[in-house]
């Protein structure tokens, strides 16, 4: 496993949110939305909110190899067997399983496909939850479920891509 490529891909959220959060995107309407004001953003303990953001995203980079990698799978089935000792039965199929599929569906497409279907499936339901007993509205919804949606897909992507 390339460990950078989990730190890189860490990044992501931040660097998306710096986007789509910026008030010439969706930062006005999701302030509204959030009932937040510019004076709120200037008393908020940035370095921490920031520090905190990067943690979580490096969490979330950890566990989509499981969710856009196929072959990480592959492991589960072998699972208190030899596999990396080739000259038992495990590990000689697992070797030759691996030679023949290792790569396969291994692209930025195919992460991003998976990474998108994770928000989807997971991060907007998670949005909208809270959402719903915070009082908050649709627009709320939409732009943090969007931010989400986006970030899981170039997640996934890199991910899927270059670990």
Partial sequence: MNIAVI???????????????????????WMKAAG??????????????FGLTYVFSVMLALIFQTLVIHQ?????????QPIHDHST??????????DQYGDSYRTLKHGAFH???AGVFIA??????????ER????????????WILSFALMGAAVCAFL
Avoid at 36 to 49: C, R, S, Y
């Fill in 124 to 133: 907007l339901p998670l949005v909208a939850i809270n959402a719903l007993f």
């Fill in 89 to 98: 039965e495990a590990g000689a199929l697992y070797k030759n399983i691996m």
């Fill in 115 to 117: 990474g998108t279907i």
């Fill in 36 to 49: 937040l004001t510019e004076e709120d953003g200037k008393n908020a303990n940035m370095p921490l909110i």
């Fill in 7 to 29: 730190f890189i891909s860490a990044l992501i959220p931040l660097l998306v949110g710096f986007i789509w959060y910026h008030p010439k995107v969706f930062g006005t309407s």
């Fill in 136 to 147: 908050k509205n649709f627009k709320y919804i939409a732009v943090n479920s969007g931010y």
């Fill in 72 to 80: 990480s799978h592959l492991q589960s089935l072998f699972f208190l």
